[in-house]
C-alpha cells in the first residue's frame, strides 16, 4: 500500500450470489466448458496472453496512423508524460488492452472507473509476463442515448440520493460527443460541490466540465488527470480520422451483409439451444451500421426482399449496395458500427490482446464473436471487469450494528425493514423467540423418537405439527418486527441509508453511483487502493470496506 492510500479490508461474492445476473455471465466466470463454442478463450488471462498475442494482425501503416492520431486527441485532453510513453510504445509495437463506456456525466458510474483500472492491471500482467501492452479506454461519443449519460446519482444528506442531470441540447439522436455544454454546467457544477465538498478531485471536474466542453471532451480531461500516473491512453470514436482508416471494414459489412446476418442469426439460436439469452435480438432487417441523417444517428436498415437497388433503408430511403458502398468510400465519418460491430472496429484500429469489460459486455462477445472472425479472422478474448461495492464507515456501521451482509439488502425496500425490524427488537425478546424455537426442536425431536419406536406412521403427523408450531412463532416474531417497525423512524431512515449507500435502485453500487463521489470523499488515492484490489485469478464480485 503506497503512502496515504485509505486501509481497506475486502471479501469476495460470488456473481451466482447476485440478482439479475445473466447464467450465461455466471458460468463463463465458473463453468467455463458449458460455454467455451462461443468463446474463444477463457477468463483468466494468464492462461493464455502469449499464445494470443501471436494472432493478432496489425498493419504497420494502421499502427502508425492510429498513433498519431491518439497523440493528437490525448495532447488535447493535457495527457499525462506516462500516455505519451504509452503511446509511443504503441507506436512502437506494443499491443493493447482496451476497454470503453460511454461518456457520462461528471465520469459516470463507479464502475468506469473499474474498467480503466482493470485494463491498466490487465495490460500490466501482460507486460510482467513478457508481452508488452498498454492500457487503452475507448470512449463512446457515437452512442446516441443522451438520457443515459447526461445524469448522475451521488448519496446527500441523511442517506438521501441526489440526482444531477445537464440540460443539453441538440437534435433528438444526435451522437453525445457533439453535444456541449452551456453555461448551465456551473450550476451544476456547484450543486455538485455542496455534496463533494473541496478535493482535488472536485476540482479536477471543475476543470473538465466547462462551457464549450463536449460530453466526450470533459470525461477525456477528467479520466486524463485521473489516470495519469498509469497512462491511460484515451481514444474518441468520433474522430474522422479513425473514420476513415475503418472505411474498408464498414464497406466488408455491407458487402458481406448476407453472410453476416445468416452466422449471426445461427449463432443466436445455438445461445438459445444452450439455454441462453441473446443480447441483442437480430431480425430480417438488422444490419451492423448506423448513419448520419440530418444530425441524428439512425440505423442503416437491411431489405432482404429488395431489388439490388434497394437493398438497404436508411429511414424511408431505399437504397442499393453499391450506392452504399459509395457513400462510405466518399464519408466514411458518417458511418458507425452498432453494439455488435463496435469491438470489430476496436481491433481494425488497435492490436488488441483483450478487451474488459462487465456482464452484458460478455454476452454481447457470446454473439459478436462471429462478426469478429468473419471480418477480422480472429476472436478477441474478452476479460470481465474489476466489480465491488464499496462500504463507507455509516453503512459499515449499520450492517455490523443489524448484523446484516451485503446479500440480505437483495430484497425489496419493504422486506428490508422489516429484517431491520426483525434485527431490532428488543433483547429480552429476541431471546424469548430464541428460547421458544430452541425448546420446540428438541421437545419435537424427542416426540419424534418415541413416536417412532411406538409407531412410525405417525411421524409425518408429528412433522406437520411440527412446521405449523414453527409457522406461527414465525409469524408472531414478523408482527412484532412490523410492530416495531411502525414505532420506530429511525429504522426508515437506516434502511434508507442501507439501500442507497450499497444497493440503490435495486442494483448494485458500482452502477448506480457516481464514481467522483467515493473519489471526492477519499481521494484519488483510492484507485491505486482499488488497483492493488485487483487479482487476475480472482472473478468475484468484491465487498470492500473502507
Known sequence: M???????SSECLPFSGIPHVSRLFTDFLYDYPKVQSFYRRSPYITEWLREEVSSIRYPAKNRQAVAQILQRQNESWEASPQTLTNIARLRAGAAAVVTGQQVGL????LFSL?????????????TEMGVDCVPVFWLATEDHDVAEVNRVSIPGPEGSLQTLAASIEGPTDAPVGTLRFDAQIRTLLEQARTWLGESPAAQALRNSYRPGETLGSAFARLFAFLFAEWGVVLLDASDPELHQIAEPLYGEAVRRNAELHEALATRGRELEAAGYQQQVKVTASSSLLFTMSDGARVPVERNPDGANDK?????????????????IRSSPEHFSGNVLLRPVVQDFLLPTLAYTGGAAEVAYFAQAGVVHEKLLGRTTPIVPRFSATLVESKPRRLLDQYRLNLTDLFHSPEQLRETLAGRALPAELQAAFENAETSLRHSFSAIRDALGRLDRTLLDAAENAAA?????????RARAARAEL???EVLRRHSQVLSNALYPHQALQERELAGIYFL????????????NGIHADCLDHQVISL
Open 468 to 476: 405449523k408450531m414453527q409457522h406461527q412463532v414465525d409469524g408472531l
Open 114 to 126: 473499474y474498467k480503466a483500472l482493470t485494463a491498466i492491471k490487465v495490460g500490466n500482467v501482460a
Open 486 to 488: 411502525r414505532q420506530a
Open 311 to 327: 437493398a438497404f433503408e436508411i429511414g424511408r430511403e431505399a437504397i442499393g449496395q453499391q450506392e452504399l458502398l459509395a457513400r
Open 2 to 8: 503506497r503512502k496515504g492510500e485509505p486501509q481497506v
Open 106 to 109: 461528471f465520469g459516470g458510474p
Open 520 to 531: 471526492a470523499r477519499h481521494g484519488t488515492e483510492l484507485l491505486g487502493t482499488l488497483y
